[in-house]
T-cell receptor, first 113, second 111 residues
């Protein structure tokens, strides 16, 4: 079965640079979520989108922005990167009624040097 | 904000032993989920619980949604080497889509 696809899998950026992470949800899933997981930490919710509109917002820094496109894929844009932004970034997708499945992608490992 | 307290933080067991871990919260959740995460991979859903008091099994895994809606446990019976990993509980509040995760339980199995 198709899963949530994230790209790239690994990304190395320098401080103050910009990064864009992409997420392709499971077909027919209309809701996308972004989570950040620091080393040895649990995933922290950043933001979610339903039908291309922001549906919930968590601890997402102002330097980050995200959007969902008409084909339901989503992009997380991160600017003025800091060393502390180094983490695993997960995307998850679901139908609006999440009880039918809330599936995570394999993540993008961002390293800021 | 909402917090989930998951324990134990780590477990070192022998293959074949049973495992038990739990999560508690100061606030009520309408959904409890249990995930397993392997290194460098995304969390994989093991069991989902939607009703207070619900007891659900998935093979050797059993999880329960506490009656107070503030806790949940996960049991793994007859552990095998592929059970190694980090297990997370996650709660979801009424009307919210985001998940709040526990701190994780790292399971190590000695053959």
């Amino acid at each position: 079965a198709a899963g949530v696809i994230q790209s790239p899998r690994h990304l190395i950026k320098e401080k103050r640079e910009t990064a864009t992470l992409k997420c392709y949800p499971i077909p027919r899933h209309d809701t996308v979520y972004w989570y950040q997981q620091g080393p040895g930490q649990d995933p922290q919710f950043l933001i979610s989108f339903y039908e291309k509109m922001q549906s919930d917002k968590g601890s997402i820094p102002d330097r980050f922005s995200a959007q969902q496109f008409s084909d339901y894929h989503s992009e997380l844009n991160m600017s003025s990167l800091e060393l502390g932004d180094s983490a695993l970034y997960f995307c998850a997708s679901s139908l609006r009624d999440y009880r039918y499945g809330y599936t995570f992608g394999s993540g993008t490992r961002l390293t800021v040097v | 904000g909402q917090q989930l307290n998951q324990s134990p933080q780590s477990m070192f067991i022998q293959e074949g032993e049973d495992v038990s871990m739990n999560c508690t919260s100061s606030s009520i959740f309408n959904t409890w989920l249990w995930y397993k995460q392997d290194p460098g991979e995304g969390p994989v859903l093991l069991i989902a619980l939607y009703k207070a008091g619900e007891l659900t099994s998935n093979g050797r895994l059993t999880a329960q949604f506490g009656i107070t809606r503030k806790d949940s446990f996960l049991n793994i019976s007859a552990s095998i080497p592929s059970d190694v990993g980090i297990y997370f509980c996650a709660g979801q509040s009424q009307g919210a889509q985001k998940l709040v995760f526990g701190q994780g339980t790292r399971l190590t199995i000695n053959p």
